[in-house]
């Protein structure tokens, strides 16, 4: 066998991840199917399945657009806010709440994108916190969130589809009614990646200064891409609402923010597959060491800490990069 020969068996792609790359979506979605089999419970794995939805939509602008926010816990709070208030103080049905939560998330952002893209690299950074904050104190300060105490009574016991009534009380019916909006969203993230929008958000992240010399609208992607990732994170937000019945002041603070941008790197940045991994370990290794002992924030710290030294891609990331997958 010539030395060519052997580089080519080296780099050839493993068919198992020639699949995945081929059918990401259903791949992804198979996997999520079986995922409270794969769990403590099912409440750890709903809480994955929403953050890893909140990790998609934020990758979106982080990952696929290379711009770092530290502002999106601002959509997930406004998206469990308004779903939460429309049907704990307004009777509003689930399905008119959550696609209002989706539609204020998108107007929010569009109103922080419409200030934050005239910045660039840190300064989007911090211009996006301090937006965030700005809304963390508005919805503070409105008698209908509840203050520091939260919102409560955010109760959706049922869901009638099809004159087919779903006890979503029961942990794995309520777990298979995210899943549904999970793999709506899925489905349309991996369409406007797969378009020529989504080539133009990379090509942004790749070379802004070349995109714009090609004749593409830098300013307007950015904000459409910004609109979107809100609305996917509005989405979550609604869905976490719903899930626990409440919605926490906490959601909309900075370290919710902080949470995703960790959960992005642990999983692998740029990567579709890459933001589902990251809230599935995540999530599980801070379920498992706070068990354990009151300070797992520690140990989480220093389990990121080694991935990240370790796994500068991501744990998604660097094995697709090791395995030679685009």
Known sequence: MTTRTMTLDKTKTPAVFEAIRRHRVLATLLFLFLLPWLTP???VAAHILIFGL???GFNLIFGYMGMLSFGHSAFL??????AGILIAQHAITWWL???AA??????GALVIGALAIRTRGIYFAMVTLALSQCVYFLIYQM????GENGLRGVNVPEVNLFGLTIDVLD???KYYFFFCFVAISLWLISRILASPFGHAIQAIRENETRTRACGFNVENTKLI???LSGAFCGLAGALNGINLSSVAIETLHYETSGLVVMICLLGGMGTFFGPIVGALLFLLIQDVFSLWTEHWQLYVGGIFIFFVLFFPKGVWGTILEKLHVD
């Open 41 to 43: 419970n099912y409440s």
């Open 102 to 107: 989706i539609i204020v998330s998108a107007a």
């Open 54 to 56: 909140y990790a998609l």
């Open 97 to 99: 709440a959550i696609p």
């Open 77 to 82: 709070g406004i998206g469990a806010y308004t």
């Open 171 to 173: 942990p794995i019916n």
């Open 225 to 227: 891409t910004f609109v």
């Open 143 to 146: 008698p209908a969130s509840g």
